[in-house]
């Protein structure tokens, strides 16, 4: 069983909880309040950033973790590139 197999097995609860919350079911079917979306962004960033340093530390020394730190996998410079979002509508 591969990394990839054994992520998706420990992390499946969660991300079936995640997926039921109102703001995954928007975001999955487009309706999301643009400005929510942004505040998760604003919430990920630094989740991103010591994710990104610490990948970076542990690639320096160990062979293993040094073939995963591929470019696309780094978050934190775009989420720093993305514009601010108008307000989200009233609720009704």
């Not at 420990?10 to 929510?36: D, M, N, Q, W, Y």
């Not at 542990?58 to 601010?84: G, H, S």
């Amino acid at each position: 069983e591969g990394f990839a197999s054994r992520l998706q097995l420990a992390t499946r609860a969660v991300h079936t909880r995640a997926e039921k919350t109102t703001f995954i079911r928007g975001f999955l079917r487009g309706t999301a309040c643009p400005a929510s979306y942004i505040r998760l962004l604003a919430a990920l960033h630094p989740v991103y950033q010591a994710m990104e340093d610490e990948t970076r530390r542990l690639a320096a020394i160990d062979p293993v973790i040094a073939r995963f730190p591929f470019p696309e996998l780094f978050r934190t410079a775009a989420l720093e590139r993305d514009p601010a979002s108008p307000p989200c509508p009233p609720s009704p």
